[in-house]
């Protein structure tokens, strides 16, 4: 089943609907995911690429070989991480309109997770390597 999804950013300037398998949210513990976001980062996986409005406000900043992160020009909100040259994108769920039906399923890069948090939530918990095997798998989201 195909869920819509759809969000902004904090100015309201970046608009995007997406359509997502599940509403599995992926919490990324990672460094680079904690300096861009200013802390743990969430995301849930979307079916290609999202539509979006303002896309001339999107900043896409490349952060490794084969990642891609992307913020609002105007307000600085974190919109999304992609797949370098691929539709595979992965949206910040804290930009989401609806979160009420969001589920914490799967917590990655658990190796890099500061020691001053922990969720209380039942997850998954994968290794940076295993996470990123998995998700190169699964071409159109999980
Ligand atoms: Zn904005
Ligand atoms: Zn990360």
Known sequence: MVHKVSGQCLCGGVRFVAEAKTHDVTVCHCSMCN????G?????????????EGRDLIGIYRSSDWGERAFCKVCGSSLFWKLAG????????GA?????????ATE?????????????NDTVKLS???????????????
Do not use: C, H
């Not at 980062?41 to 999202?50: E, K, Q, T």
């Not at 691929?86 to 769920?93: G, N, V, W």
């Open 35 to 38: 300096r861009w976001s200013g």
């Open 40 to 52: 743990v980062s969430m995301f849930m996986d979307v079916i290609g690429a999202p539509e979006f």
């Open 86 to 93: 691929k539709d595979r994108y992965t949206l910040s769920t």
């Open 96 to 104: 989401l309109n609806d979160q009420t039906v969001l589920t914490m």
């Open 108 to 120: 990655i890069f658990i190796e890099d997770k500061p020691a001053y948090y922990a969720f209380a």
């Open 128 to 142: 940076g390597p295993d996470a990123m095997a998995a998700f190169v798998e699964e071409p159109d989201g999980a």
